[in-house]
């Protein structure tokens, strides 16, 4: 094992500092302290980071180091370290190297021997965890799926029977095909905590099940960012998706057989339906009216 104390080595130095996720009172002393005395603050994105500079009145200089310039800008911020340099590198929004391109210059540095200190600071998915009621350890964060339906189908399947909650990022215009995603090979009666805006003047947290936030995205105007927190796996209620005694039937006459075998209503048995088949009431009320008439 190789020690190293953060505190006691000297000169070019890396710090990962933690920036708001929304309010700008997220940020920390410590983390302006830091801001203010390295020589260059590396951004994902200079046009957000110089508003919070601009804010706390911080004057040290920008660079810019995203996913497209990850060569070029960490050969800058290597070569700065090795003059003697002090540099922080911070995110949009939340702590650096979760979810964006800075744990490849984090590891970097580690192997060229330069310091690398954390600042901590906010961060979405731990703020949305421990205010969602779930279950809050053991827990899993994964971040966003791909964008591959293919790819994500097989990220979902690694997870979809893991006790941990689980803890998902989601863009406003993918929510709806995300949690579709999840629905198709995740019982539909798991809850879910839908974590929207968090720290901003919008923020909110939606409770619930997995196919009550799939009714609630299409019939909701969608704005914001999202943390999914979902329900770890217990096996209960769980839906053999592969051997489904529905399977071969249509959705009018799935309904019909569970009213007749269960003497039930036809609005029971619509939402019966849409929990086996993971799909919103909506859609199988829809599709039950169509095929019927």
Known sequence: MKSQKSAELNGGKLFLVGTPIGNLEDITFRAIRILNEV?????????????????????????????????????????????????????????????????????????????????????????????????????????????????????????????????????????????????????????????RELTKRFEEFLRGTLEEAIDWVQSNNIRGEFCIVLEGYDGANAVDFEEAWWEGLSISDHVSDLIERKGIRSKEAIREVATERMMSKRDVYQAYHVEKD
């Open 39 to 195: 020589d260059a603050i590396a951004a994902e994105d200079t046009r957000n980071t110089i508003k919070l500079c601009n804010h706390f009145e911080i004057k040290t200089p920008l660079i810019s180091y995203h996913e497209h310039n990850l060569e070029a800008g960490g050969e800058r911020i290597l070569a700065m370290l090795s003059s003697g340099q002090s540099v922080a590198l911070v995110s949009d929004a939340g702590m650096p190297c979760i979810s964006d391109p800075g744990a490849d210059i984090a590891t970097k540095a580690i192997h060229a021997g330069f310091d690398v200190v954390p600042v901590p600071g906010a961060n979405a998915a731990i703020s949305a965890l421990v205010a969602s009621g779930l279950t809050s350890q053991p827990f899993m964060f994964f971040g966003f799926l791909s964008r591959s339906k293919k790819e994500r189908r097989l990220q979902i399947e690694g997870f979809k029977e893991r006790e941990e909650t689980i803890l998902l990022y989601e863009a406003p215009h993918r929510l709806k095909e995300t949690l579709q995603a999840l629905s198709e090979q995740i019982e539909g009666t798991r809850k879910v905590v839908l974590a």
